[in-house]
């Protein structure tokens, strides 16, 4: 579950909170609309894992893996060292997919806890590694707005 309010992300098992990683949302806000980067809500899935043996700090470009390292920092928001693209699973989400819309690791490790993503959810780098291994594909997925 991804709560936007307090920009966390919990790895549930039944009802007990298994794992919590701070993330980044986006920073244009929550939304549907191909083009507008911004974070859908609602239920999604897993579809896919990427880069499971992917160095730390891989860049990854369409799904991709470019062989490149990124550096910390810098103002472009790289996709990087692994990736869980989200299927949405509501008539309002379902275009996920077709957005690029991830969890996935991220250069800008210093704006994590605060929305600053173009629409995916961030998290550190190490973090990354850590969900990648504990979910696998197919794993449900919620995305929570601010009550």
């Not at 309002?92 to 969890?103: D, V």
């Not at 629409?119 to 550190?124: F, T, W």
Request: hydrophobic content about 40%; aromatic content about 6%; some cysteine.
């Amino acid at each position: 579950m991804v709560d936007v309010a307090s920009q966390t992300l919990r790895v549930m098992e039944g009802r007990k909170v298994a794992a919590e990683f701070p993330v980044s949302t986006s920073k244009f806000g929550l939304g549907f609309e191909e083009g507008s980067f911004k974070t859908p809500t609602g239920k999604f899935r897993i579809a896919r894992k990427i880069g499971g043996r992917a160095t730390p700090w891989t860049i990854f470009r369409a799904r991709q893996n470019t062989g490149l390292l990124a550096k910390p920092g810098g103002k472009e928001d790289l996709v990087l060292t692994r990736i869980l693209t989200l299927d949405g699973l509501e008539r309002r989400n379902a275009n996920s997919l077709a957005r690029y819309i991830y969890i996935h690791g991220t250069n800008q490790e210093d704006l994590i806890g605060t929305p600053a993503s173009h629409g995916c959810v961030r998290l550190r780098n190490s973090d990354m590694i850590s969900l990648h291994r504990m979910v696998p594909a197919g794993t449900p997925v919620r995305i929570v707005a601010p009550a």
